[in-house]
């Protein structure tokens, strides 16, 4: 597509249920992120997904958090057991090649929260 | 490690300047610039390499020092579409981008 697509765009769900939220990125970019943006506050990273390399977790705030990508194509974001401090836009960016000074492009995100 | 941006805030009038800075303790790669509207994804403005250049972008235009570890944001002759949070986001070589927590800029007429 031209953009970056996530869906759903609005999620709220319960205390202790589990969710997931989608990513299609754009055709041919090999980098995938995901973020998380809390109300007010800056880009705090999560994820990172490069090719068919061992992706890059390190921003995983807990176990509860988990990601998948399917080859350089859709990736889902999955919380478990979610808690009220997950409330928050998940963001998802591409990159084209981020080695060769390609910016990111953002999808619109998905505004999480659990009530 | 989370790069510093400062100011924090900015007010300007039409037709003002503005600069905005970012500064990171990590040895960088490469430094781009966003700016996000309110409940909107952030935008890719520019990005500048290791050994790059000044670049420019309308008369929005970014330096990079790599000695200092320093970007600044130059925004001249503001207009009211420049309103906005404007992140930094700093790159280590092969990693991912770690972003400030933002400059917030209004423009008013």
């Known amino acids: 597509g031209a953009g970056v697509s996530q869906s759903p765009s609005n999620k709220v769900t319960e205390k202790g249920k589990d969710v997931e939220l989608r990513c299609d990125p754009i055709?041919?970019?090999?980098?995938l992120y995901w973020y998380r943006q809390r109300l007010g506050q800056g880009l705090e990273f999560l994820i990172y997904f490069q090719g068919n390399s061992a992706p890059d977790k390190s921003g995983l705030p807990s176990d509860r958090f988990s990601a998948e990508r399917t080859g350089e194509s859709v990736s889902t974001l999955t919380i478990q057991r979610t808690q009220q401090e997950d409330s928050a836009v998940y963001l998802c960016?591409?990159?084209?090649?981020?080695?060769?000074?390609?910016?990111?492009?953002f999808g619109s995100g998905t505004r999480l929260t659990v009530v | 490690q989370q790069p510093v941006q400062s100011p924090q805030a900015v007010i300007l009038r039409e037709g003002e300047d503005a600069v905005i800075n970012c500064s990171s303790s990590?040895?960088?790669?490469?430094v781009h610039w966003y700016r996000q509207k309110h409940g909107e994804a952030p935008v890719f403005l520019m990005i500048l390499l290791k050994g790059g250049e000044q670049k420019g972008h309308e008369k929005i235009s970014a330096s990079f020092n790599e000695k200092k570890q320093q970007s600044s944001l130059y925004l001249t002759a503001s207009q009211l579409s420049y309103s906005g949070t404007y992140f930094c986001?700093?790159?280590?070589?092969?990693?991912?981008?770690?972003f400030g927590g933002g400059t917030r800029l209004m423009v008013k007429p």
């Open positions: 990590k040895a960088l790669y490469s």
């Open positions: 055709s041919g970019h090999t980098a």
């Open positions: 960016a591409s990159s084209l090649d981020p080695g060769l000074g390609y910016g990111y492009t």
């Open positions: 986001g700093t790159e280590r070589a092969g990693n991912m981008l770690t």
